[in-house]
C-alpha cells in the first residue's frame, strides 16, 4: 500500500512539474505592411519576460515561451511596433505586418532597435539601411553602396573617387561580396569609379568586419552581405531617374497574386551616345562608332507555395563595353582598310533558393547558385580590295579570362529555446578559373600566310567545401556567448588543403544601456587576384592556390563597448590587433600584363599585422540624423624569406596604411518637401614609393635608386560633399530634383605625386564638380 502510494506521488509530481514547465513556440514572418517586403532583424519580444529574437534573412522569427499569457511587441527601425497580447496554450503562428512610422513615432521604434543591438553577441558588424545610403552626396549624383559604407570606421578608399575597399588593413582580394548569397568577383564599374551594386535594387546591407560568424568564411577581412529587394505584394510601384551620366529604372509588384511578386532594376551610362555626333565630325568619317558605357541587370522572382514554403529568383549581370570601329576608303588604291574593337568585361550571377520551415523550431534554406566574371577583348583588323584579293589581309587577335563558379548549399537555423540560436550547414562550389589565354588568327591573301593559335594556360578546376555550425548562448542576463566552427577544404591540382577555423565571440552587458564585447576569428583564403595597378582594372586574374602558393590566414582579435545615450545617441569604441600569413606581393619590376603564366616566380611570400582603434557616433532619431566616425589605425608588411626578400627583408608600410580617417555625415529633414545632407572627409595620406635619385650603371643605362617600399607619403586629403533633394507629390506619384556638389571648397587633393625637375608635382583627378538628377517614383 505504502509502495502504491509513493508511485502515486512521484507520478504526481512528474505531472505537476511538467505542467508547470510547458512551453510553446511563437513563429512566423514580419513583412511591411505598405509593400509585403519581409524584414530582417526586426525585433520580436515578449515584454513580460524581456525574452527576444531578431528575424532571420528571410524575414523568420521563431521564439518558445511558457504556457500562459504574453504580450509580443514586434518592431523594426522606421516601423511602428505592433503589440500582439493572448494567451499561449499551444504552438502559435503569427505573420506580423508593420506600418511605416513618422519621425516623431521613430524615437520610440529605434529604442527597441537599439537595446537589441546592445544585447547581442555580434560586433564588429555594421547594418546600413539603404534608404540611408542613398540620402549621401555623391560623385556626379551617382549613389553608389561601396562609397557610402567608405564613411564607415575601419573601411578605406585607397584612391580618390575610386570604389577600393580596404578593410582593417587588407588587401582588395581580401573581401567577400555577396549578393543574394552569390560571391561576386568583381565590384566595379569604369575601372572602379562607381560599383556594380544598384541601390535601387537592395533592401539591406550588413559589413562584418571581423568577429565573422562561422557561416561566413573564404575570405580574411570583410564579408559584405547585400540582400536584393524582394518585390511589392501589394500593388505596381517603382521610380525612374536619370542623371548626368546614367539613367535608372526599378518596377516591382505582384504577379498574377500577391504570391508571385518580380523586382527588376536597370541601369546604363549614356555617355557615348551623347558625344557620338562629335567623335564622327571631328575624325572626318574615319572613325564611325567608338565609345564606353556600363550597364546593371537586376532581377528577382520570388513565389509564396505556402507559409512553409517559398522559391527566390534572383539574377543579376552588368559588363563594361568600349568599342571602336574604323573605316579607311582609299580610292587611289580602292582599298578599304578595317579596324574594330570590343572589349568588355563583367559579372552574371544567378540564385535558385527555397525556404522550408521544417517545424516551427527549424527553419531550412537550400541554394543553388551560379556566378561568372569573364574578360573578352577582340580586335579586327583587315583589308579589302575592291576588284581583287590581292594584298588583302584579316588579322585578329583576342584574348579572355575570368573564373566561374557553380555551388550548392542548405542552411539551418534552429531555435530550441530563447537561449540558444543554432545555426548550421554545409556548401559546395566547383571553381573554374580561366587565366589569360591570347588567341591570333591571321590571313594574308598575298604572302599566303595562315595562322591559327592560341597561347596561355588551360583551365583549372579547384573544389572548395565547408561546414559550419554556430550557436548564440544566452548564459544569463550578463553573459552572452556566439561560439562556432567553420571548418573548409580546397582541392586543386592533385593538392589537398584543409583548414579548421574557430570563431567566438562574447557579450557583457553590463547596464541595459552599456555593454563590452569581445571576439577572435581565424579565417582562411584559397585565391588570389593578381594585379599591378593601385586602381581596379579588368586585367585583374583571380588564381587559385598552388604546391607553391599556400593558403592565407589570419588571425584576429577584437574588443569593444557600446553605450546607448538616452535611446539618443548610440557610442562605440572597438580596438582590435589582427596577423596575417602567407600574403603575396610583387616583386620589384614584376609585371603580369594580364597573363597568368610563371606568376608564382613573379610574387613573394610574407607576412602582415594591422591594429587600431575605431570611434562611432551615430545619432538615428528625430530630423537630423547621420553618425561621426574615426580610425586610428596601422598595417604594415614583412617580407624577409630567403630568396623573396622585399624592401631587403625589412618590415615596410601596407600600400594604403593610413594613420588617421575622419568621416562626418549630417542628414537633416526640413519637412517633406526639403531634406539635405553633408559629408565631410578627412584622411592622413596614402603611402607611394619614389626613386631618391638617378644613375648610370658601366654601360650607360639609367636606373633609379629606391631606398625602401612606400617610403614617401601623400598630403593629407579632405573633401565636403553636400547635396539638396526637393520634394512634390504629383497625381500619380512623387518627383524629386537632386542637386548635389562633389568637393565644394575645390580642394586640390592628390590623385598621383611624381619627380619632375628637381621638384615633386602632384596631378589632382576631381576638383568642384556639381550634379543634377530628376526622380520619379510612382
Known sequence: MKKNLLFQLIVFFCIAVSASARNYTVSGYIVSDKSGETLISAAAVETGSNKGTLSNSFGFYSLTLDEGKVNMRYSCLSYASVSVDFVLTKDTVLNIRLKEDNILEEIVIVADR?????????????????????????????????????????????????????????????????????????????????????????KNVTLYKGSFPARFGGRLSSVL??????????????????????????????????????????????????????????????????????????????????????????????????????????????????????????????????????????????????????????IRHSQESRYTDDGDFDTQLGYKSGIEDIAAKVDFDWMPNPDNEIKFGINYINHRFRPGVTAADMKDSESGI????????????????????????????????????HYSAFMVQNKFYNSLQPRLSMRFLLSDKFSVKTGYAYMSQYIHLLSNSSISLPTDLWVPVTKRIIPMNSHQVSVGAFYNLNDFLDISVEGYYKTMNNLIEYKDGATFLGSSTGWEDKVATGRGKAYGIELLAQKTVGQTTGWIGYTLAKTDRTFDRKGEELNFGKTFPAKYDRRHDINIVVMHKFSERIDISATWIYSS????????????????????YVNERNNFRYPDYHRLDMSLNLHKKKKYGQRTWSFSVYNIYNRTNPFYVYPSEGRLKQITLFPIIPSISYTYRF
Request: aromatic share 12%.
Open 225 to 378: 552581405d547585400i540582400r536584393m529587394n524582394d518585390g511589392n505584394s501589394r500593388k505596381l510601384s517603382g521610380s525612374a531617374s536619370i542623371g548626368l551620366i546614367s539613367s535608372k529604372l526599378n518596377l516591382e509588384g505582384p504577379l498574377f497574386s500577391e504570391n508571385t511578386t518580380f523586382n527588376i532594376s536597370a541601369r546604363r551610362t549614356y555617355l557615348d551616345i551623347l558625344l557620338q555626333p562629335f567623335m564622327k565630325q571631328a575624325s572626318e568619317g574615319e572613325l564611325s562608332a567608338a565609345g564606353y558605357y556600363f550597364y546593371d541587370i537586376n532581377a528577382k522572382l520570388t513565389h509564396r507555395f505556402s507559409d512553409n514554403d517559398r522559391l527566390f529568383l534572383s539574377f543579376y549581370t552588368g559588363d563594361d563595353v568600349i568599342y571602336a570601329n574604323t573605316s579607311d576608303n582609299n580610292f587611289m588604291s580602292e582599298r578599304t582598310t578595317k579596324t574594330k574593337m570590343d572589349w568588355n568585361w563583367g559579372n552574371l550571377l544567378l540564385a535558385l533558393r527555397w525556404n522550408h520551415i521544417i517545424n516551427n523550431k527549424l527553419f531550412m534554406n537550400t541554394t543553388m547558385t551560379y556566378t561568372r566574371y569573364r574578360f573578352d577583348l577582340g
Open 450 to 485: 595562315s595562322i591559327d593559335t592560341a597561347i596561355g594556360d588551360k583551365n583549372i578546376r579547384a573544389g572548395d567545401i565547408s561546414l559550419y555550425a554556430e550557436d548564440n548562448i544566452s548564459i544569463s542576463k550578463l553573459l552572452k556567448i556566439n561560439a562556432g566552427l
Open 114 to 202: 537599439i537595446d537589441m543591438s546592445a544585447k547581442s553577441s555580434q560586433m564588429s558588424a555594421i547594418n546600413v539601411p539603404a534608404a540611408q545610403i542613398k540620402s549621401i552626396p555623391a560623385l556626379f549624383g551617382e549613389v553608389d553602396l561601396i562609397k557610402a559604407l567608405q564613411l564607415l570606421p575601419g573601411v578605406q578608399s585607397g584612391t580618390e573617387g575610386f570604389t577600393g575597399f580596404y578593410v582593417r588593413g587588407g588587401g582588395p582580394d581580401e573581401n567577400l561580396f555577396l549578393l543574394d548569397g552569390v560571391p561576386v568577383y568583381n565590384i566595379n564599374h569604369m575601372f572602379g569609379f562607381f560599383s556594380v551594386f544598384n541601390p535601387d535594387a537592395v
Open 685 to 704: 595620406g596614402n603611402c607611394a614609393t619614389l626613386g631618391m635619385y638617378k644613375f648610370e650603371d658601366e654601360n650607360g643605362s639609367e636606373h633609379i
